[in-house]
């Protein structure tokens, strides 16, 4: 496929802010600053970015707890973001959810739940409010693989597909669900995709390490969800490069493989070499960019750390209304 420059650099901007973000916390997490565990994305960033290239103003989007910058990514302001992981009212839940409970209606985000899979439900009745009001827009819902083969996501995929909804359902499959590999846990490859067909649905398996061919394969999935044609999977293989938290030594794998992929199938890196080679980016464009938005990040969580904290009168605010 052809693209213009224009979108080829539009997903650069998005594909390096997203892996500064995740360093970023994982940064911020290693100097004690966050108020919590850091589930890190980095190396998975492409799957995110590709998909969500398909994304237009009113669609839903159900969020894992990795890669959470994807939340930004879709519209949450830095300071919101950092708000959030910081434990500060600045955040879109005063800082009582934390890293694992982003979540912005406005911006179509319908939060997260620290039961993974478990919600899987909730992007399928974001799909029945779409067909209601007649609308061409879809739901995303993102799961890992280990996620994926819970039963509520089963559930959700047999209602979504009964009723014809336009979900798009992504399976981010980074090859371990905490410390259990995909081979232990599927008896298929493609631990979503494979299975799709018993829900009647069509399905795409794509290098999540490259954005482009995640973009191809998603572009087209998510044109015949929102054609009216019902729900849709995306399989994004890729790999978890840290542990399933900071901290993980990750002791049951091998740590030469995980540096072939880290060497290998780096997707900022290898998107990077590809737009200078096609003539479209430059050394000097690629460092300012990185520097402009460490400027921007850093400044937010200065203004974040300088915000108030919730009092412990607070804490229980909103808890049942």
């Known amino acids: 496929m052809k693209y213009e420059k224009d979108f080829l650099m539009k997903l650069y901007k998005e594909l390096l802010e997203t ?87 406005c911006d179509g985000v319908l939060g997260m739940s620290g039961t993974l899979g478990c919600d899987a439900a909730i992007p399928v009745g974001a799909a029945l409010t779409i067909e209601t009001e007649g609308r061409d827009n879809v739901a995303f819902f993102f799961a890992g693989d280990g996620a994926t083969n819970r039963g509520p996501v089963y559930e959700a995929m047999t209602l979504a597909a009964d009723w014809k909804l336009p979900v798009v359902f992504v399976c981010i499959n980074n090859e ?32 999540g390490t490259d954005v482009l061919q995640t973009y191809e394969g998603a572009s087209k999935i998510v044109e015949g969800v929102r054609a009216g044609n019902g729900p849709a999977v995306i399989e994004c293989k890729c790999y978890r490069w840290r542990g399933h938290f900071e901290g993980d030594q990750c002791a049951y794998r091998d740590q030469a493989v995980t540096e072939k992929w880290i060497e290998e199938r780096d997707c900022v890196k290898n998107f990077e070499k590809a737009l200078m080679e096609w003539g479209l980016l430059t050394e000097e464009e690629s460092k300012k960019m990185r520097e402009d938005f460490d400027k921007e990040m850093n400044d937010a969580i200065d203004r974040t750390e300088a915000a108030p904290e919730m009092t412990a009168e607070e804490i229980f605010d909103y808890l049942y209304v």
């Open 19 to 105: 892996r500064l973000l995740e360093i970023k916390m994982t940064d911020l997490y290693a100097e004690s600053r966050v108020p919590g565990h850091i589930h890190s994305g980095t190396g998975q960033e492409a799957a995110f970015v590709g998909v969500l290239a398909a994304r237009k103003p009113g669609d839903y989007f159900k969020l894992p707890h990795r890669v959470v910058s994807a939340a930004h990514l879709v519209g949450d302001p830095l300071d919101t973001f950092f708000g959030e992981i910081l434990a500060k009212k600045t955040g879109n839940a005063g800082g009582r959810g934390g890293v694992n409970h982003l979540g912005r209606l």
């Open 176 to 207: 371990f669900a905490i410390s259990t590999p995909v081979t232990f846990s599927s008896p298929v490859p493609n631990v979503m995709a494979d299975k799709a067909a018993g829900f009647n649905m069509p399905s795409v398996v794509v290098d």
